[in-house]
């Protein structure tokens, strides 16, 4: 090959390797949500870890007043919603992985509670 052609062949293979290194870089890029999740809550407490497709734990007792909050552990979402009968209503959005849902139970009485995309999941509050 004349040196102008060899020149031609390998700028033209830098500039295909470059650009394959972009494109490459551009597929594998992930940007973090603006709202990044927060860490991943353990049970304990007045919280309660959704994961396993499970709630941990699956009952918990509480004074009335108390605020409990569910955190999804799961790589799928879920949906946590008062069965009917529960002295009060309550029901979350859908929750993605990392997100949590909250409510405040101030009466007094057992509040059963399932997830709506996976009812085979379910949970009991106790309130005294």
Do not use: E
Request: glycine share 8%; charged share 5%.
């Amino acid at each position: 090959m004349p040196s102008d052609s060899r020149w031609i062949f390998y700028s033209g293979c830098t500039a295909l390797l470059v650009l394959a290194c972009v494109i490459a870089g551009c597929a594998s890029y992930q940007s973090t949500p603006a709202t990044a999740a927060p860490p991943a809550a353990t049970s304990g407490g007045n919280t309660i870890a959704i994961k396993n497709f499970a709630f941990d734990p699956a009952s918990l007792t509480v004074k009335a007043g108390t605020t409990v909050t569910w955190t999804n552990q799961d790589s799928v979402p879920h949906i946590i919603a008062s069965d009917t009968g529960s002295p009060a209503a309550f029901s979350s959005s859908s929750l993605s992985t990392g997100a949590s849902y909250s409510f405040t139970f101030t009466q007094a009485g057992t509040y059963a509670y399932h997830c709506t995309i996976h009812p085979s999941m379910k949970g009991t509050i106790i309130v005294q």
